[in-house]
């Protein structure tokens, strides 16, 4: 008996550091819902009855990440950059080039490599799997005293397509193309391992992402100037948590009226 409520202790405290995680990151940018999900355990067969099975506690099998889409707060910044849909952004990690990330924050800014990048140096790849780099300069049609000639123009401006087409606009009116940014979609996302700072990596269960063009094949577009926040519902994470709450609590007395029992007939 005290080993299956000792089960139900440890599911009590798992959902109450689910829930508290979830509450911590409610203004984290991208950040998706955790949910622990709970099966019961049972023992074998026994001899009370021919085919009965007598319950032997609660587990916690897996952690997993609800990701309804979040609501889409404005910045006015041109890099700052959030899906609708289903997509994620693929990243390559700055010191390991092997390591393919994926996440929801498009927090990104262009890099001291003219590359665009997170905040940690991790590479945001194109529809095509490459880096995107926007120079800072480029030849074009450049206008001094009147005159209009050949020669080399400064990056004025970039803009971001809801397909993912970043443009750049050197000297003020020569718009290029200088790559597409990609958005990855999995068999099952819901999968996916987390490795901290709100990135993920693959795995079997999730399958391998599909990087392609954002738009197409239910990716979902991109908008810019914008940033996708979390998916947390407060109310609803601070009922759970009282639940939860309850749960250890009375597990909790439940417990130490059984010790006493057994204290009691020993």
Known sequence: ???????????????????????????????????ASFVDVY????????GNKVGSGVTTPEMRIMRSQGELKQTGTVLDLAVEGEGMF???NGSNLGDVLYTRDGSFSIDLNGEIAT????????????????PMRAAGIVTQNGVERLGSAA?????????????ATYGGTNIV????IGLATFADANRLTAVGNNMFRENARSGPGNLGQAVKDGRGK????????????????????????????????????ETEMVRKFL
């Open 222 to 257: 991109i908008h810019s100037g914008a940033l996708e926040m979390s998916n947390i519902d407060m109310t609803g994470e601070l009922a759970k948590l009282i639940r939860a709450q309850q749960a250890f609590s009375g597990t909790s007395r439940l417990l130490q009226s």
């Open 119 to 134: 905040s940690e140096g991790h590479k945001v790849m194109s529809a095509n799997g490459m880096a995107i780099t926007v």
């Open 155 to 167: 990056l004025t401006s970039v803009n971001i397509q809801s397909d993912g087409t970043v443009e």
């Open 177 to 180: 193309a200088v790559g597409k």
């Open 90 to 92: 693929t990243l390559r």
């Open 1 to 35: 008996m005290i080993s299956v409520i000792r089960s139900g202790m440890s599911a009590a405290l798992s959902d109450l550091d689910v829930t508290s995680n979830n509450i911590a990151n409610a203004g984290t940018t991208g950040y998706k819902k955790r949910e």
């Open 43 to 50: 023992a074998d067969t026994v001899a009370i009855g021919v």
